[in-house]
């Protein structure tokens, strides 16, 4: 059974690399219109990488700059988005940042920089798109295994994908009168620019904690994220799916 989003549109934060490359370019492939978001940084890094994604895909693809911080310009953004593809169907809010110290040793910006992006970011895209998403629409946002176990020096961000399931659990009961569904992905270890950046040591450690005794690919966890915005998953919402090879916690 092939998943044909044909005629849906769909908003992917943080799109010009990683994860968010993937699950643009697998949405797309599925049929989907893709506008991919990228924060405009005074170096034009993720502008040139977000148009290096719009290029790979051809039709059907844009790239749109907003700040998920900024409301003002998010609603730029989404009035764009509805006028180049007359609506939106699908939001990914997969725009995060690291900021990893000791509890001892964040910053109150390093705390704030972290909750502001991978939380209130979240909080901002969900209130604004929810409101001109059509019927039956699709939010889906990155959580992560590190809401679950708490890491080492991710007090910031474990907080932030914990309040992203919860945020998730409450906007379900909120959109259902339309049919939006609202689900989370929490994965693990994936092998993006990030996984790979991971200490030798440290991967070595997180293997032997893994069941299935790897890493993910950005693909697995597109690949569920493509279920989540299809039609096969209309009677899923406030979920949180846990795409981690089964670390769940020490072994």
């Keep these: 059974m092939n998943i044909d989003l044909t005629g849906k549109s769909a908003l992917i934060t943080g799109a010009s690399q990683g994860l968010g490359r993937e699950i643009a370019t697998t949405l797309h492939a599925a049929g989907a219109s893709v506008a991919i978001n990228y924060f405009d940084d005074p ?11 719009v290029t790979q895909l051809g039709d059907r693809a844009i790239a749109v700059a907003a700040d998920v911080r900024n409301n003002e310009q998010i609603a730029g953004m989404l009035e764009k988005i509805a006028g180049e593809f007359g609506g939106l169907d699908i939001v990914v809010n997969n725009a995060g940042i690291l900021r990893d110290r000791s509890v001892k040793k964040m910053t109150d910006t390093e705390w704030q920089d972290v909750i502001d992006t991978n939380l209130t970011g979240v909080f901002n895209v969900c209130k604004q798109s929810a409101a001109i998403l059509n019927e039956g629409g699709r939010i889906i946002s990155m959580a992560s295994l590190a ?4 890491f080492f ?9 914990a309040g992203v399931i919860a945020l998730t659990k ?10 939006i569904t609202v689900n989370a992905v929490a994965p693990g270890v994936i092998l993006t620019e990030m996984g790979k950046s991971i200490p030798e040591e440290n991967r070595k450690y997180m293997l032997t904690q893994i069941p ?3 890493f993910g690919e950005p693909s697995e966890v597109a ?3 493509l279920f ?3 039609d096969l998953s209309s009677y899923v ?8 090879g089964g670390w769940y916690g020490s072994q």
């Design 212 to 214: 299935l005794g790897r």
């Design 237 to 244: 919402t406030g979920q949180t799916i846990h795409v981690n």
């Design 223 to 225: 690949g569920v994220i």
């Design 153 to 161: 020096g991710q007090a910031n961000y474990a907080s932030a994908k």
């Design 170 to 179: 409450v906007l379900s009961k909120e959109v259902a009168r339309k049919s």
């Design 43 to 53: 170096d034009g890094a993720n502008k040139a990488k977000a148009d290096e994604v």
């Design 228 to 230: 989540l915005a299809s």
């Design 147 to 150: 809401a679950a176990i708490g």
